[in-house]
């Protein structure tokens, strides 16, 4: 076989695997919208749950600061009757309460705040998916821009290599100019 008969079973198979993974373009977007979807919302919910808890926090902070005052003053005090203990205790007591109901409610939070942590998984999945398909891409790809060099390319195949910075990655319109004039 020439190396021109080569060259072109590389390109052939390079393009019927860059044309598989252009059908899965749309589905890649759509399964990386919803993993976006999930993150914003279980960031939403956590940070409302967080704001709840910090609310319920002040709350018992607060009537602690206020108990410990009056317990303070009232062990100041010289005239301490059995009435004014008995008053004190009841706050004490109510205070118990209080911060009993407010680590139960903790707990449930916490519990919540784990349970909105769920996505993670199927988000991995996802993520997976589409790193996969851009993995039997990124081979093909690189085949055909050195195979058949296009004139007027965004970037030669050395530098798609490693992760790029913002201000050096291809656009999506080089990627979509690139591909069109492969005929995909």
Known sequence: MSDASIQTVIQADAAQ???????????AR?????????TEQAATKVLNLVETAQVDAEAV????????????RLAMASDLS???ARAMMKLCAAYAADAA??????RSLHTEIMMSQDFQD???????KVSKMLERAEPPLRELLEAAPVPGA????????????PDKALKQ????DLLASLGF
């Open 17 to 27: 695997v860059l044309h598989g993974v252009v059908q899965e373009l749309p589905d």
């Open 101 to 106: 109901s407010f680590a139960s409610r903790e």
């Open 30 to 38: 759509e399964r990386l919208a919803y993993v976006r979807g999930m």
């Open 173 to 176: 319109d080089d990627v979509d």
């Open 82 to 84: 059995v009435e004014r």
């Open 154 to 165: 965004a970037a030669p195949a050395e530098e798609l290599t490693g992760v790029q910075t």
């Open 61 to 72: 902070r607060r009537k602690g600061m206020e108990l410990s005052d009056a317990l303070g």
């Open 122 to 128: 199927l988000s991995g999945q996802v993520i997976n």
